[in-house]
């Protein structure tokens, strides 16, 4: 098997279940443009970027900032709240850490929000580096967010895995040259 020391993970879906707080960030944005959110597909939006979700149901350009604003506002107010870690994530996070690996976050959630909810959970200073949304062009599938973090942070390639929850995330890492 092989040994890595850079370890990057996803965040929604990976480390912790924000399926709760993703919820009510699209309800309020669905309904800032006029149209019902369908909770049964919170799986497939949380694996494209915003962009994507409101492309599905409107092409008026004028109405994204719109839904993002709403989004990202309800974001800030609840998603802290309502995430929550999975089973043993953090004392993996943990044992990797005292194995001295260097771990990452790299996702399409505001880094600012990842932040605060890590305080929460006391683990902030598991982690080397954070790369969310706003701090690349691309959303998964394309590397853009991978390798932002690979130059960001000095990491070698041949040393370092993505781990996440999603045919997006396996792409991007190839997509990157590294393990996912």
Do not use: H, W
């Not at 040994?3 to 709760?20: A, C, M, P, Q, V």
């Not at 999975?86 to 399409?108: M, R, W």
Request: aromatic share 16%; proline share 4%; net charge positive.
């Amino acid at each position: 098997m092989k040994e890595y020391s850079n370890y990057i993970f996803d965040f929604d879906y990976t480390l912790f279940d924000t399926s709760k707080g993703m919820n009510a960030c699209y309800e309020k944005a669905f309904s800032s443009i006029g149209y019902k959110y369908k909770d049964n597909e919170l799986d497939l939006y949380v694996k494209e970027s915003l962009e994507e979700t409101f492309k599905r149901y409107s092409q008026d350009p004028n109405l994204f900032p719109i839904f993002e604003k709403f989004f990202l506002r309800t974001s800030k107010e609840c998603m802290n709240n309502l995430s929550v870690p999975y089973y043993e994530t953090i004392d993996v996070l943990k044992i990797l850490k005292s194995l001295n690996k260097k771990l990452f976050i790299v996702t399409g959630k505001p880094r600012e929000r990842v932040i605060e909810i890590l305080k929460k959970y006391k683990c902030t200073g598991l982690f080397s580096g954070i790369i969310g949304y706003g701090d690349y062009k691309l959303p998964k599938p394309s590397p853009d967010s991978l390798n932002k973090c690979i130059q960001s942070y000095g990491l070698t390639k041949a040393n370092s895995v993505y781990v996440g929850d999603s045919s997006y995330d396996i792409t991007a890492a190839n997509k990157a040259g590294i393990d996912g």
